[in-house]
T-cell receptor
């Protein structure tokens, strides 16, 4: 079955430290890959997306993600976390129709002073 | 530019009641979708539409109906609310560039 796995439910990072959020997908072909962020009580906002080409993609708010085909992974990174980055992060994939996104269960990021 | 507007923001229903969650977008997008978000389960697709007059089922369609009479509007109908439908509902409008724009959600409680 097609699936997206975010193995970390919660992650706590000190402000200024680096961040990596993990995402693994299970599909036969390379899907289209996305990372979304959700602040409390808000809808989701697109951080970045990967369709093809350079496997390292840059997004908004200083985030980047690297696609690794051999590991079926699309991990999200940020070199220095700010307190305002505290939110829930969702990895998502789409095989064909972009109106049919499949989401992971999310990782809640807590930022400590 | 309002983007995606969902109404209401909060709703409490009694079991068996019906209601319609409204979603409107002003970006002229053809693709629209409805998701529900439950703790520990991420977002799951309920129904989607690829244009006016065209809808299809997603992963969890039971108990929900949709229609798409105009490009702008994509209402979600709960026919007979059940406690299992307590959730946060998000409408999304998808651009040609494949970015999904989400509304702020409707928090529904069924008692």
């Amino acid at each position: 079955a097609q699936s997206v796995t975010q193995p970390d439910i919660h992650i706590t990072v000190s402000e200024g430290a680096s961040l990596e959020l993990r995402c693994n997908y299970s599909y036969g072909a390379t899907p289209y890959l996305f990372w979304y962020v959700q602040s409390p009580g808000q809808g989701l906002q697109l951080l970045l997306k990967y369709f093809s080409g350079d496997t390292l993609v840059q997004g908004i708010k200083g985030f980047e993600a690297e696609f690794k085909r051999s590991q079926s992974s699309f991990n999200l990174r940020k070199p220095s976390v700010h307190w305002s980055d505290a939110a829930e992060y969702f990895c998502a994939v789409a095989l064909t129709g972009f109106q049919k996104l499949v989401f992971g269960t999310g990782t809640r990021l807590l930022v400590s002073p | 530019n309002a983007g995606v507007t969902q109404t209401p923001k909060f709703q409490v229903l009694k079991t068996g009641q019906s209601m319609t969650l409204q979603c409107a977008q002003d970006m002229n997008h053809e693709y629209m979708s409805w998701y529900r978000q439950d703790p520990g389960m991420g977002l799951r697709l309920i129904h989607y539409s690829v244009g006016a007059g065209i809808t299809d089922q997603g992963e969890v369609p039971n108990g929900y109906n949709v229609s798409r009479s105009t490009t702008e509007d994509f209402p979600l109908r709960l026919l007979s609310a059940a406690p299992s439908q307590t959730s946060v509902y998000f409408c999304a409008s998808i651009s040609d560039g494949t970015e999904a724009f989400f509304g702020q959600g409707t928090r529904l409680t069924v008692v």
